[in-house]
């Protein structure tokens, strides 16, 4: 275990007007941190749990599929959402609408995503190279946002390639446009999931920008690894995604760490088939029977990872579709199995890396304005 009393030392992160203690937060990952999936990482710790990602132009049409997306449980505060957008009118727009009809607590935005369907057309991680373009988007969501007190944030990542950085300028834009926070995904665009997150890239982002909280994003599987960023890079807080599929009590251990606490030991295979059939409950409540078991589906490999599942049960868990069928595939499995040591190494996309594909001339000149024509985005950061 780290060292944790510098850690333990930092001031409490604050975002905006609120204080995230742990100094924690889901990192909003599209398909999956949904209604259920936060609810479900809430109950075993605190910290901010950020919802999936919202085309803000899906916000601007009240898109029925969107709008039912951009649900918040009863007990959950701050409300926390992530809005796409690639152009300061739209986002403009959006941000008004949410904050002027009370949708949410605190907006993000995501400027860090690879696919090459968003980039191609200049949007995603792509955008922060045009620095004028990104200014103009930071500061119209800034002013929508900060009339209603709603403090808004910015991810991104350490740029387009290793030729083209652009983490540090657009740590100071954000900052000087009036961010409430920034979080560094510690990879570029072109590494898309590969490789490992360049933590070294958070430290020198803390470096530059001095006066609000820097957020470090990357690699974090365990709870001893989000120490490790905080003491390697003096970072404010930590963004946990891909550490936490199938492994929503990664967020208790996450808390213990910071508190200084043990980190309890992990479920046996009997507790996870717990954990997973309340993840079952909390989608059917959210989306309905089919949709719920669909989702589900998806997660099953995650939640068990390392354990002693034959293939043919896991096979039978991926294709679940009912209650029924879950709970009688839950009697088969074997309770008492302990967690296995090896579960707690990487999980979910990985990917190889791959040249970023960006529009004609993008790299021409950072400081035209051109707004690209990039809106609709499906698929995540
Ligand atoms: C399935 C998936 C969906 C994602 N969707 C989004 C998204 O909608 N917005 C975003 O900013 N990042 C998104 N990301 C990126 C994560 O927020 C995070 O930056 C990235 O996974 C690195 O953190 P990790 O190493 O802790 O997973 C997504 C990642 C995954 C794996």
């Not at 696919?115 to 200014?135: D, E, I, N, Q, S």
């Not at 350490?158 to 926070?181: M, V």
Request: proline share 6%.
């Amino acid at each position: 275990m780290e060292d944790v009393t510098a850690t333990l030392s930092k001031p409490a992160l604050k975002i905006g007007p609120y204080e995230v203690d742990p100094p924690v937060v889901l990192a909003p990952m599209a398909g999956i941190t949904n209604v259920a999936f936060r609810r479900l990482c809430r109950e075993y710790g605190a910290g901010l749990y950020v919802c999936e990602m919202i085309t803000a132009r899906a916000v601007v049409e009240r898109h029925p599929g969107t709008m039912h997306m951009m649900a918040f449980d009863q007990g959950e505060y701050p409300r926390s959402m992530q809005l796409y957008g690639v152009d300061p009118k739209t986002m403009r727009e959006a941000v008004k609408i949410i904050v002027g009809e009370g949708l949410a607590d605190h907006i993000d935005s995501n400027f860090g995503c690879p696919v090459a369907k968003v980039t191609r057309k200049g949007g995603g991680a792509a955008l922060p190279y045009k620095r004028k373009l990104f200014a103009q988007i930071v500061r119209a969501s800034v002013e929508a946002a900060e009339a209603a007190g709603v403090p808004f944030t910015v991810k991104f990542r350490i740029g387009i390639d290793d030729d083209h950085h652009t983490f540090l300028d657009a740590g100071r834009i954000a900052e000087a446009e009036g961010a409430a926070a920034v979080s560094l995904h510690a990879r570029t665009a072109a590494q898309r999931y590969s490789g490992k997150a360049d933590w070294s890239a958070i430290a020198r982002l803390k470096e530059a920008v001095q006066t609000i909280p820097v957020l470090g994003n990357g690699d974090i599987f365990t709870a001893d690894d989000a120490l490790r960023m905080v003491a390697e890079t003096g970072c404010d807080g930590v963004v946990v995604g891909r550490g936490c599929l199938g492994r929503p009590w990664l967020f208790g251990e996450l808390e213990a760490a910071f508190a200084g606490r043990p980190i309890p030991e992990g479920p046996s295979l009997g507790e996870v088939a717990q954990v997973l059939r309340r993840h079952a409950e909390l989608l059917v409540q959210h989306d309905g029977h089919d949709k719920a078991m669909r989702d589900l589906r998806k997660h099953m490999a995650w939640y068990f990872m390392g354990f002693p599942v034959g293939s043919e049960l896991r096979r039978r868990f991926a294709m679940v579709s009912s209650m029924d069928e879950l709970d009688e595939l839950i009697a088969q499995l074997d309770h008492a199995a302990p967690f296995p040591a090896d579960a707690l190494g990487p999980r979910g996309r990985q990917g190889s890396p791959g040249k970023v594909t960006l529009p004609h001339g993008w790299l021409d000149n950072p400081d035209d304005d051109l707004v690209p024509e990039a809106e609709d985005m499906h698929s995540g950061g």
